[in-house]
């Protein structure tokens, strides 16, 4: 009864224009999947009993290229049967004109979300999607075999390698790999890389102010050192890994340190993991000198869509999905990451979730992709840098030529600047 | 004799190949679908873990959706194997048994429209769909399949008619049967078998379809079992539940399966009535 | 046009003319619904991409699309330095090395699957016990959906935990596991072998198809003769098979062509395995540049219907030198 009352509560709070007392039929598309469609189906049932507004849920598969290439279509026809898109935190700028404007709705509440993730999802001054979780890496490393050779956690990139080193060389053991992450060329590797550039004092590849700024010597060096550890460290196989074939190996016990999300963390844990209590998580290294850790920002928005029959009562629907205390639910019973920062400090959470708090230092240095600032070219600025990484990691020219020719490529496609 | 014996030996060891080869690795998704949590990850040649939680989980976890999808796919590929077969055959009869200017234009035509990349028309066929209303029900699916279909069945129904010797319509002609009669009573008993090796490759064309199945649908009662498939979630983001995915691709490959041994003999007998022209 | 005449062994009837022209109407009748249906269900869509790749349209603006001529095609800007660039398809390194490992994809599973194809086609015709299993066994790699067999692959592929490495280096084929997927050496084999491995059912179906066909007292009058059955073969049956044969190779070499979710699973984004269609997705749906990968589309439909034209006839010159 008393948490009726206070779900009734916020959602009034946050739709202060409840006159409109005529219920809706919204629909809310999502490529959630598991125990988040589940989480999603209670809190959209609280929703509809505190406003009336039935709202049905459209699944679709998890992989991230065919929702998006399935949403750009419906947009583009203009599908009124859809007025909630559930959004990458990559592709409401390139969707932007699509989605109506969340600024005014969002301004009483949009100070207490991260401004990293708030800026990363406002383009042109329009606010196109609002936070609803969030995502970033961390350093997975394990902790029984860096204690039996005295090592403490890394703190940049350098310590990790000889520190993988030393512990592949006391092991001697065929299936042990040092350092696993994503190196098959796609979106993942982007992240990856950006984390390796940005981290040694690299630049993002495109700044907020559009200048491309990849082609540096930092850059160059931050592709060479990861480079050095392809065969040595890592294991060839890793330019074709994603997060599964990362955690595959990770979760068998083949691997001293790991790059991954969230999600990997409860896994790793699970009764029958080989590394269950055996691991813990720190932020990503730093270059060294004059670098600090960069942890790219994943996660997912709410956007509505400016077909909608109903903008107004789903504009609601995502206030209510992005508020504290749905946020809050979501850290405890998902373990997903709030993006509102004062969840963190919540003593729930702290208590029953310790996990999401070692995050929130993480969050310090989480960097955007540079998604805003390309707008609809991001994709292909995107596939460019990825496939100049690929092509390094896999020895097809070196660090400083790739980076200049995709200087190039870039300043190419940006013609006279990223429309 | 000894070189008798050799031959049947190297032609049983040439079959035992041919069929492991075919066969392993969808044994290997069987052992695969046994497994649970962290053994997914091991390599096993023989199966070491027996749980059958990834096939309850498919069946059941979804409310039932899986069960659904997988009648949907029932429905939309057999009505799409009826719908082309019935087109086609008609279409056949008239493109190999009757003589009329721009035939070779007509069957080039009729390649030539299946040969736009199917991601290419998709915008096409998506807004197609939209404007006559069928978006989001079965009848989309239907109705696009003949995309693929339809020209695969009338090339080779075609050609199949076309080997069929002249005697056997001649005393139906004779005796002043229409064309229709005539399909019917002279060219069904003797294509049956004809039909059923084409339906079934287009059944399974039908049956695996993706693309237009995940665009044509939104919801998870309307879609197909290889949407259902690529919808099927661990627990968290990036978690592929491969125990579950190869439990259900284990489901949705017995019926197919199940059909060709069904039909195989038809498939053989029938072409060997084909051969009566002698 | 006489192309498609190969396929025509002239069975029509000989007959008086009002029945003709009953039978030609009655053949019309026959042929509308589905030249109806190809109108509405490809025709349409069809037309459509061709009108897009001459347009500027973007994917979110569809219907903002203005005519633009060839400039998806072949553009050029005059720099103030008096240089000149080219941009557009024509001129994309991308998509030349994308047709490049198109045609090598293509030809290498086409010959290769024919062959296997036929192989167990010939196997499959041979009266043993256990045919009937046999028959539906070796059908299993076509029938598993292909979202779900590229997945399959690309988990027994993978360099750790798959069972294909583990397998070769039991074996002492490879010493050094190899990542088949990333590596640029073996990603396209990696493709092939999946490709060939599962639509070599298709082929050899559609050519035991045809070989039912051939009369048995064909083989029975080569075998008094005493003709070295490779030479029947070669003789005798592959003429006899060859319209089955041609079709099959015909619809299989516009699949090959048109190769796209293996790829997109297995290595979506290796320019070693960037085929046509999977370019052209990318250009589509997940790059704003709906027009250019329109183009594309284009093209490579362009592409397949000379090709196809040109097998067909090169292939009646054949079949008129071997069955005549």
């Known amino acids: 009864m008393k948490m009726k009352t206070f779900i009734t509560a916020a959602v009034a709070s946050i739709s202060l224009m409840a006159v409109s007392a005529v219920a809706a039929d919204l629909s809310i598309v999502s490529g959630s999947t598991g125990k988040d469609l589940e989480f999603m189906t209670k809190e959209l049932a609280k929703f509809t009993a505190a406003t009336g507004n039935k709202v049905t849920i459209v699944p679709m598969p998890s992989s991230t290229t065919d929702q998006f290439g399935q949403y750009k279509l419906w947009l583009a026809a203009g599908n009124t049967d859809i007025d909630v898109y559930q959004t990458d935190v990559i592709w409401a700028p390139q969707l932007a004109d699509q989605f109506v404007d969340l600024t005014a709705t969002a301004k009483d509440v949009a100070k207490s979300h991260f401004p990293s993730i708030i800026e990363s999802q406002t383009v042109n001054g329009k606010l196109v999607a609002i936070p609803y979780f969030t995502d970033a890496p961390a350093l997975y490393y394990r902790k029984d075999l860096l204690d039996k050779y005295k090592i403490a956690p890394p703190k940049t990139w350098d310590e990790m390698a000889a520190a993988a080193k030393t512990v592949l060389d006391g092991e001697k053991s065929a299936d042990l790999q040092g350092f696993v992450f994503q190196g098959n060329a796609y979106e993942g590797l982007t992240c990856d890389a950006l984390e390796w550039v940005k981290s040694n004092g690299g630049g993002q590849i495109v700044e907020a102010d559009g200048k491309i700024s990849i082609n540096n010597p930092k850059a160059a060096a931050a592709l060479d050192r990861v480079k050095s550890w392809i065969g040595t460290i890592s294991p060839k196989g890793v330019l074709a890994y994603q997060e599964e074939e990362s955690r595959g190996v990770w979760q068998l016990g083949n691997a001293v340190f790991m790059r991954n999300w969230p999600y990997a963390f409860a896994l790793g844990n699970g009764a029958d993991s080989k590394v269950k209590d055996k691991f813990d998580i720190v932020p990503l290294p730093s270059g060294g000198e004059g670098g600090s850790s960069a942890a790219t920002l994943g996660g997912w928005n709410l956007a509505v869509s400016k077909y909608s029959k109903n903008v107004e009562e789903a504009k609601k629907l995502v206030m209510f999905l992005a508020s504290a205390e749905v946020q809050k639910a979501n850290a405890l019973e998902a373990s997903h990451l709030p993006t509102i920062e004062s969840v963190y400090d919540d003593a729930d959470v702290a208590k029953n979730q310790p996990v999401i708090v070692k995050w929130k230092a993480i969050f310090q240095n989480a960097v955007p992709r540079p998604s805003a600032p390309t707008k609809v070219k991001y994709n292909e600025v995107s596939s460019l840098f990825w496939s100049a990484v690929h092509d390094t990691l896999s020895g097809n020219g070196t660090s400083a030529d790739n980076l200049a020719t995709l200087e190039a490529k870039l300043t190419e496609l940006k013609g006279d600047g990223w429309k | ?278 | 046009m006489a192309a498609t005449q190969v396929l025509s062994k002239d069975t029509s009837v000989p007959m008086k003319n009002e029945l003709l022209a009953g039978r030609t109407r009655a053949a019309m009748i026959f042929l509308l619904p589905m030249m109806l249906a190809l109108a509405i269900v490809a025709g349409w869509p069809l037309l459509r991409s061709i009108w897009f790749s001459f347009t500027d349209a973007s994917l979110v603006h569809l219907y903002e699309a203005k005519f633009v001529g060839f400039k998806n095609y072949l553009n050029w800007i005059d720099l103030p330095s008096g240089k000149r660039v080219y941009t557009g398809v024509l001129v994309d390194k991308g998509w030349w090395n994308a047709v490049w490992n198109t045609l090598r994809f293509g030809t290498v599973s086409v010959v290769l699957e024919t062959i296997f194809g036929l192989a167990v086609a010939l196997v499959l015709n041979a009266e043993f016990k256990g045919r009937g299993i046999v028959r539906a066994a070796i059908l299993v790699p076509w029938a598993i959906p292909t979202v779900v067999s590229a997945k399959m692959w690309a988990w027994m592929l993978n360099d750790q935990l798959g069972i294909v490495n583990d397998m070769l280096q039991r074996l002492g084929i490879i010493t050094e596991k190899i990542a088949w997927a990333a590596d640029a050496n073996y990603s396209m084999a990696a493709v092939l072998m999946v490709d060939i491995w599962k639509t070599t059912p298709f082929m050899a179906l559609l050519i035991l198809a045809g070989l039912q066909m051939v009369p048995k007292d064909v083989y029975e009058a080569a075998e008094i003769d005493g003709v070295h059955p490779v030479k029947v073969f070669f003789k005798v049956t592959l003429p006899l098979i060859k319209p089955a044969l041609m079709v099959a190779v015909i619809f299989r070499l516009m699949d090959a062509m048109r190769i796209f979710d293996l790829i997109y699973v297995l290595t979506p984004n290796s320019s070693q395995t960037k085929t046509m269609s999977v370019i052209s997705r990318e250009n589509l749906f997940d790059f704003d540049k709906f027009a250019y990968g329109s183009a594309e589309s284009t093209l490579l439909f362009v592409f397949l219907l000379i090709m196809v034209t040109a097998y067909i006839k090169f292939a009646k010159v054949n079949l008129d030198g071997s069955t005549q």
């Open chain 2, 1 to 278: 004799m000894a070189m008798k014996y050799l031959k049947s030996t190297a032609f049983y060891v040439l079959v035992v190949f041919i069929v492991v080869q075919a066969l392993f690795p969808f044994y290997y998704a069987i052992i695969t679908s046994f497994k649970s949590g962290s053994h997914i990850f091991e390599i096993t040649y023989l199966p070491n873990d027996f749980s059958l939680q990834n096939y309850k989980d498919v069946l059941f976890k979804g409310n039932g959706t899986f069960i659904r999808n997988f009648w949907n796919s029932i429905v939309i590929a057999t009505s799409t194997v009826v719908l082309s077969l019935f087109i086609a055959v008609t279409a056949s009869y008239a493109l190999s048994r009757v003589r009329f200017r721009g035939r070779s234009l007509m069957l080039m035509t009729i390649l030539a429209v299946s040969m736009f990349p199917q991601i290419a028309v998709l915008a096409g066929l998506f807004e197609l769909i939209k404007g006559l209303g069928i978006y989001n029900t079965p009848y989309a699916l239907i109705f696009a399949y003949t995309i693929f279909t339809l020209p695969f069945t009338v090339w080779v129904l075609t050609t199949f008619m076309r080997d069929l010797p002249i005697e056997i319509e001649e005393a139906a002609i004779v005796d002043g049967a229409t064309p229709w009669v005539i399909i019917r009573r002279v060219f069904l008993p003797l294509m049956w078998p004809a039909l059923v090796t084409t339906g079934l490759l287009a059944f399974i064309a039908a049956w695996n379809e993706f693309l237009f199945a995940l665009t044509f649908t939104s919801s998870m009662d309307t879609r197909t079992v290889p949407v259902g498939i690529s919808m099927l979630s661990g627990n968290s983001e990036h978690e592929i539940p491969w125990g579950m995915i190869m439990a259900a691709s284990v489901i949705v490959t017995l019926p197919l399966i199940a059909l060709v041994l069904i039909f195989q003999r038809k498939i053989i007998s029938g072409l060997t009535a084909g051969g009566v022209k002698g």
